[in-house]
T-cell receptor, first 115, second 111 residues
Framework: DAGVIQSPRHEVTEMGQEVTLRCKPISGHNSLFWYRQTMMRGLELLIYFNNNVPIDDSGMPEDRFSAKMPNASFSTLKIQPSEPRDSAVYFC?????????????FGQGTRLTVV | DQQVKQNSPSLSVQEGRISILNCDYTNSMFDYFLWYKKYPAEGPTFLISISSIKDKNEDGRFTVFLNKSAKHLSLHIVPSQPGDSAVYFCAAKDTGNQFYFGTGTSLTVIP
């Protein structure tokens, strides 16, 4: 398996533009997580899905952020409109829920820069 | 509020010596704890884990200790090698399969 695949690896956009980050989880995994990494807060959980259903989105900063998981093999994180303070590295991770101790596998991340 | 805390943002250790990274948590319902290692420009990779029913797990140079009464876990690396230089994240998993991460500790192993 190729692991968790995120695209794009880097995104530079202007303030006010819409940004869409994409994630393909590991095949067979049924939990998917979106994290944001910043210097101040480390890895923050934004939202996670179990069996394509959003379970906890309390980490989503505000209404400008939205995430979808239309099927088991694809998820998007959208920011509209983007702001400079959204600049960070965004990670997607997947795991197999139901197995005690199964770790989450991370993608390589998308580095977002909003200018 | 951070449920998993790593209070040391950085640590420097001489090559060959022991590295000890610490982590505290607040939720007694966590059932699994993990350590991840992260190099620059890469995603975190799983390193070692421990179930809440154990107090020690060892894998080669890496040992994780869990003290449930103190809600504390630690990662020991011995002997430390320059290639171990990275950011280490402590994480805890709850029964709903949600993972909580600490803010990370940057380890530098000096040759």
């Amino acid at each position: 398996d190729a692991g968790v695949i995120q695209s794009p690896r880097h995104e530079v956009t202007e303030m006010g533009q819409e940004v869409t980050l994409r994630c393909k989880p590991i095949s067979g995994h049924n939990s998917l997580f979106w994290y944001r990494q910043t210097m101040m807060r480390g890895l923050e959980l934004l939202i996670y899905f179990n069996n394509n259903v959003p379970i906890d989105d309390s980490g989503m900063p505000e209404d400008r952020f939205s995430a979808k998981m239309p099927n088991a093999s694809f998820s998007t994180l959208k920011i509209q409109p983007s702001e400079p303070r959204d600049s960070a590295v965004y990670f997607c991770a997947s795991s197999l829920r139901g197995q005690a101790g199964t770790e989450a596998f991370f993608g390589q991340g998308t580095r977002l820069t909003v200018v | 509020d951070q449920q998993v805390k790593q209070n040391s943002p950085s640590l420097s250790v001489q090559e060959g010596r022991i590295s000890i990274l610490n982590c505290d948590y607040t939720n007694s319902m966590f059932d699994y704890f993990l350590w991840y290692k992260k190099y620059p420009a890469e995603g975190p990779t799983f390193l070692i884990s421990i179930s809440s029913i154990k107090d020690k797990n060892e894998d080669g140079r890496f040992t994780v200790f869990l003290n449930k009464s103190a809600k504390h876990l630690s990662l020991h690396i011995v002997p430390s090698q320059p290639g171990d230089s990275a950011v280490y994240f402590c994480a805890a998993k709850d029964t709903g399969n949600q993972f909580y991460f600490g803010t990370g500790t940057s380890l530098t192993v000096i040759p």
